[in-house]
Structure formats: C-alpha cells, structure tokens
C-alpha cells in the first residue's frame, strides 16, 4: 500500500512541478489586503475599500464583527468601522478564512460531500485551537483559529485530482489513504505558494506528527495537534484510538490526557462561540 501511495506522490509532485496540478489561487482581494496591512501606515479606510469591492466579503465582515464572539455594546454597520472595531490582523485572517470555505464549495456530487466534510471538520479543529489558544497559551487565538482551518488545506486538490482516477473513484479505502498520507505535504506546498506565515505552513505538513517534539513552550502546532485529536474523541477515525498521554503537546500545554478538553471550564463556551462565527456569511 505505501508503494501505491507513493506513486500518486510521485505522480501529484510531476503535475505541481509542471504546472499540471490545479492548485486553487489565492484571490486577488486577499493578496490587496495583506499588501495593505503590511503597511505600518495603513489605515482602516483603506482596507475597507479593498473588502467593500467583494460583497460576500463585506457580507461576513459585518456579521462577524456583530457576532458574540466579537460585538461590542453597539452593532456595526459600516465596513471601515468593522475594520477599525476587529483591527488589521483579524480582519486579514477573516478574509483568507472566507477563501478557504469558498474553495470547500462549489462541487457537485461524490467530491461536494467529501470537500463538506473536510469544512465541517476543519471548522470544528478551529474552534478548538481558538478556545485552547485563548486559555491556556500567548499565542493569538485568532491565528489559531486560521491555522485549525486550513490544517487540512492539502486535502482540496486532492479531493479534486481523485476525481479523475478512476482507481481512486472506485475504492474508498485506497482513497482516504492516499489523501490522509498525502495531504500535509501538499498542504504546505499550497500554503507556500499563497506566501502565507510559516507558522501556518508549518501546521499544514505537520499537524498530523503526534509524535512532534520542539520547543519549550507550545507553538500553533501544537495547538491544531491537540484539537484535532480531540476532534475525533468518539468517532471511529484512526485518530480516536491514540493514546493522549503519548503526545507531547498535550504536556506543553499543561493538559491533563486524560479530560477532555471541551469539558474545560470555558472552553466548550470559547469554541462554540468561535464554531458560531465560523458559519456565518
């Protein structure tokens, strides 16, 4: 089985080397905003004309600065005044995790069900990774959150050259363990290509080392490791079998193996309001 892995390893690394793999593109819109707030001079006018010429964008921008997770003691309706209220960073997050639940659509049949499962997922590690960053870490709950969602960006194209082979197509098993093998890698290849945080490229390819050992203190990866192994608590994913007391993120971020962490005072609270905005827009 892990010469026949390979081979579509081999295969998909030829396509991307060749310009044969269809990778999704990172939009235009995306690309203004993040040159405008790396601007130390930006201002909050000049990102919201950049998201004001996307109204989908401007759509989920005004509901989720209304939203529990982020509403102050008045409701937003004005794009530069959302900016301004969410700050240039979460906005810029909120804009590449719009991409993302964009690319997890617009499929039809077999491929629809398999990309939905991957959003539905995706959103549920993010929701996690934001409510443990915001507990138990320094880290930025909001880069956590983007990281818990593209996690398993790899798994698009993926999805998406299966349907062109007919082996894949007709054998459910060979396919998840192709895209289960396969998917860090060339996650962390798109996420290069889009130019994004090594931080987030690092989660892509190794969020599914359990066994990761780095630094002292715990980093982003870490924080996906550790929810999306407690996303699978109870399901009948491979996942679900391992040991917790093996991991070491589990210990750098001071977590007892042995609860849930949903069962946390707070997090479940944290995430569910996270999950909420998360299917907004």
Same mark, same amino acid.
């Given at each position: 089985?892990? #010469? ?8 998909? +690394?030829? $396509? ?27 201002? %909050?006018?000049?990102?919201? #004309?950049?998201?004001?010429? @996307? ?14 997770? &982020? ?17 240039? +960073? ?32 995706? +959103? ?8 443990? %960053? ?5 880290? $930025? ?19 998406? &050259? ?57 980093? &982003?990866? @870490? ?16 996942? %679900? ?21 949903? @069962? ?18």
């Amino acid at each position: 089985m892990s #010469d026949l892995i390979e081979k579509y390893f081999t295969s998909l +690394t030829e $396509d991307l080397e060749n310009d044969r793999l269809v990778l999704p593109i990172l939009p235009e819109v995306a690309i203004e905003v993040r040159k405008v707030v790396e601007d130390e001079n930006a201002t %909050a006018g000049q990102v919201a #004309d950049i998201v004001c010429t @996307d109204p989908a964008l401007t759509a989920r921008l005004l509901a989720v600065v209304n939203s529990p997770l &982020y509403r102050g003691t008045a409701h937003i309706s004005h794009v530069q005044h959302a900016v301004s209220r969410l700050g240039m +960073t979460i906005v810029t997050n909120l804009v590449l995790s719009l991409i993302v639940k964009q690319l997890f659509q617009g499929k039809s049949g077999a491929t629809a069900k398999r990309l939905h499962e991957v959003w539905e997922h995706s +959103t549920q590690v993010a929701s996690i990774s934001f409510a443990l %960053a915001t507990q138990f870490t320094s880290l $930025d709950a909001d880069q956590a959150l983007l990281a818990g969602l593209i996690h398993d960006i790899g798994k698009i194209p993926l999805i998406t &050259y299966a349907e062109k082979q007919p082996e894949l197509q007709s054998d459910s098993d060979l396919f998840d363990k192709v895209v289960n093998n396969l998917h860090p890698r060339l996650g962390a290849t798109l996420l290069e290509k889009w130019g994004l945080d090594d931080d987030l490229i690092s989660v892509a390819g190794g969020h599914e080392s359990i066994s990761r050992i780095s630094g002292a203190k715990p980093d &982003y990866v @870490d924080l996906v490791i550790v929810a999306n192994l407690q996303s699978h608590v109870g399901s009948t994913h491979p996942l %679900a079998s391992v040991d917790f007391a093996t991991v070491p993120a589990f210990a750098k971020l001071g977590l007892d193996p042995e609860v849930s962490c949903v @069962d946390i005072a707070g997090v479940a609270e944290n995430a569910a309001a996270a999950q909420e905005m998360l299917s907004l827009g």
